[in-house]
């Protein structure tokens, strides 16, 4: 009865806002996608020049057929190519995957290989460039229109947490509606009498985190008030993410730079749920922010001194997967670890569950639904 309540409080009345999302889609000011896409083009085209000089004349675009060349179809590069270069002409050590042994040139080896071999560090440079453009160009991709000028995506949700997720639509146009990159959503405009909204919840998943580690027990009454006083507090009123990153920096919270926050934000995210340096290190070179696996295991360290109870509903956690072998959370759902090997993987995908979970159950009862019934009344 329980797991059939969630299923049509969660799923079944989410059907009919989705349908009317994935029907309706989200309307293109054509002009403006054709202006941006034309821009990328160009920029594209001119770091492909300078990539060439860069790397001494060595060509790292892909081979490019007689018909490709008289139809001016855009050379990409080669991820052959650029290993090639780096790591047989320019004798960089190779940089392999750490789960399937091979040899990677991926954005995180570019960005590693940058801070350590200067002399390849200006062509390393064009290389993301070169491919950040390129995302930012299939984002325009008119192929991904319907007739009508709008995009639709399918939805569905993530089995563990009911996150939504999109993808193509069943006609095959559309594409995932949730990544695309803020640099091109001026392309999309609302309709007629509309305007465009961003609903979020600020700092939803570490308010949730505070709740749950305010309630491991031994923990003194002015530390539970001070969790629960943060995980309730209005966003002007106590910014979780400055916290961290004074805590990280040593500094005054009101000394934190915008970049400063954005790493706290990250440190935050993974001590929350055991997430090491290396990983965090790696997950902030993606984004241009370069600290080597040691500085991050450092800003963990920070908040953990910030926030040491985390630690022990982290262990909470552990004993009741270990005796019960699921987690249920606040809405009924349920995540049944009997099958899963009892290590460390496990223990982050349990740590991560409940805040992950709730969050958007919490967005779509509160927010989704309602939402939806108003625009029909």
Not at 253 to 267: I, P
Not at 318 to 341: A, C, E, P, T, Y
Request: with cysteine.
């Amino acid at each position: 009865a329980g797991l059939w309540q969630l299923y049509e409080t969660h799923y079944v009345q989410m059907f009919k806002p989705l349908l009317r999302m994935m029907l309706h889609g989200i309307a293109v000011d054509d002009a403006t996608r054709q202006k941006l896409d034309s821009a990328l083009e160009v920029e594209l085209k001119e770091t492909q020049a300078q990539l060439l000089a860069a790397t001494g004349g060595h060509e790292v675009r892909g081979n490019a057929t007689k018909k490709a060349i008289a139809a001016g179809t855009f050379r990409d590069l080669s991820t052959k190519k650029v290993q090639a270069w780096l790591y047989d002409v320019m004798r960089v050590p190779k940089h392999v995957k750490r789960i399937t042994g091979k040899t990677t040139a991926d954005e995180v080896a570019v960005r590693k290989i940058m801070l350590k071999h200067p002399k390849v560090a200006a062509a390393c440079g064009l290389i993301l460039t070169h491919r950040r453009t390129k995302k930012l160009r299939e984002f325009l991709d008119v192929g991904a229109l319907d007739a009508d000028g709008r995009l639709r995506s399918s939805y569905g949700f993530s089995p563990e947490t009911a996150r939504l997720s999109s993808s193509k639509n069943p006609m095959r146009t559309g594409r995932n509606g949730q990544n695309i990159d803020r640099e091109v959503r001026s392309i999309f405009i609302p309709d007629d009498g509309c305007i465009f909204l961003e609903l979020d919840e600020s700092q939803a998943e570490d308010r949730i985190v505070k709740v749950l580690a305010a309630q491991v027990p031994g923990i003194s009454e002015a530390r539970i008030k001070e969790l629960l006083w943060r995980a309730r507090a209005m966003p002007w009123e106590n910014d979780e993410h400055v916290r961290a990153a004074a805590s990280i920096f040593r500094c005054a919270e009101g000394a934190v730079s915008t970049a400063q926050r954005y790493v706290g934000k990250r440190s935050r995210h993974a001590f929350n749920y055991a997430i090491r340096g290396n990983t965090l290190s790696e997950a902030l070179l993606k984004e241009g922010y370069t600290y080597t696996p040691d500085e991050c295991e450092e800003f963990i360290n920070g908040i953990d001194r910030d926030v040491p109870e985390v630690r022990l509903w982290q262990r909470e956690t552990r004993i009741k997967i270990l005796k019960h072998k699921q987690l249920i959370n606040d809405w009924g759902r349920v995540l049944d670890f009997s099958w899963d090997r009892m290590d460390d993987d496990t223990f982050r995908r349990a740590y991560a569950f409940l805040p992950q979970s709730s969050v958007p159950s919490i967005l779509n009862q509160y927010g989704t639904i309602p939402l939806h019934r108003a625009i029909r009344a």
